[in-house]
Structure formats: structure tokens, C-alpha cells
């Protein structure tokens, strides 16, 4: 990671990795985990890479009503960090879509 490295080393005092779609590359109508808890992982992204609404939450019961984001189609994200979401960042988390087959890309930053 080059010089992205050295400044995630030197603020958090470790070496990183960057871990690709851990768990599933598409979510549906029914509940999926998309990342599992883990207690190194400082920073994540999601992103929706579908036409589709996609709501993301703290259980296999995520819905509309019980979401912590949801993710415009087309390109809706969220992002969290260890620095602003705090321990959130580590927990598991859930993906529901408003059809099925609708491509998420999640990118895990995990400390060695």
C-alpha cells in the first residue's frame, strides 16, 4: 500500500490488510451477513453496485424500519471507522435488498 501504509501504521500502530467481499458479493430479499465480527477490522466499506435499494443492519432481522443505513442503488455506500463509528466498525452486519441478485462490493481495512 505504499505510503498509505506508513500513515495507517503510524496512527494506529500496526500493519493492514485489505480483505475483498469476506462473505457474499450479492444480497437478496432475504437477510444475509455481509461481514462477521471482528475485533481487528478498522475501517469497512459497502457499497451497492444495483439497481436495487439495499438496507443494512445489526441482525438477520435488518428491514427498512430496522436498518442502520440504507444504500441508494447505484452506487450508495456506507463507511465506517474505528475513529468516528467506534465499535460498530468490528460488529457483524446484515444486508437486505428490495429484489434479488443485487451485487454489494464490501471492503474490509483489518490490522495484522
Partial sequence: MGRAADILRARFGADFYERENPLITQAGVTAARVVS???????LHIINLSPNTIYVGLGPDVAAA?????????????????DEDFSLTTRELYVLATAAASDIRAVELIAR
Avoid at 66 to 82: C, D, T
Fill in 66 to 82: 430496522r436498518s442502520i443505513q440504507h444504500l441508494a442503488p447505484n452506487g450508495g455506500f456506507v463507511s465506517l471507522s474505528i
Fill in 37 to 43: 465480527d471482528n475485533g481487528d477490522r478498522v475501517g
